[in-house]
């Protein structure tokens, strides 16, 4: 099965979530949340996504809110939950594109690719794998940071030509 998720070291993963410990800043829950999602700590990444949205929107930074529905949303694809997912990832693209946030905006269209992409919709996938590129290359973005949303295309093109 071909798979655009990431490979990580389990044993820097499990490291790192030891040194954050009980830290419950904001900054310290984002990081969990996406250690344990890539650990495959679904169910607690999911708990913690959920601390940190909370905590994002009582202290009413909209932005940091946004983030944090981005990363649970990307917990709920990696649970399955891939209509949960779409449409938390939708409504965050919208939000993004109101506040004329172009990073948030590319990051929820990369990740509501990759929905897509696992729910075998290549159409939408390749719409939302280029346009991702698009907003990242008028953010400046540089090569290595375009990388996994060219393979993006690539693969998905791949799957509609085949």
């Not at 994002?56 to 981005?70: N, V």
């Not at 594109?97 to 990369?110: F, M, V, Y």
């Amino acid at each position: 099965m071909t798979t655009l998720r990431e490979k990580v070291d389990l044993d820097a993963v499990n490291e790192r979530l030891e040194e954050l410990g009980k830290l419950r800043s904001l900054s310290a829950l984002n990081e969990k949340v996406v250690l344990l999602r890539l650990s495959g700590q679904l169910d607690e990444a999911f708990v913690v996504a959920n601390e940190a949205v909370r905590q994002a929107r009582f202290s009413g930074d909209r932005e940091q809110a946004l983030g944090a529905r981005i990363r649970r949303a990307q917990v709920q694809q990696y649970q399955g939950k891939y209509a949960a997912a779409l449409q938390e990832l939708s409504l965050c693209v919208e939000e993004a594109q109101t506040h004329e946030w172009g990073s948030l905006e590319a990051t929820a269209t990369l990740s509501r690719g990759k929905v897509h992409f696992e729910m075998k919709e290549f159409e939408p996938a390749l719409v939302d794998f280029k346009a991702a590129v698009f907003l990242m290359e008028r953010l400046g973005a540089s090569i290595d940071q375009l990388e996994s949303s060219l393979v993006a295309v690539a693969v998905t093109e791949s799957f509609l030509t085949a």
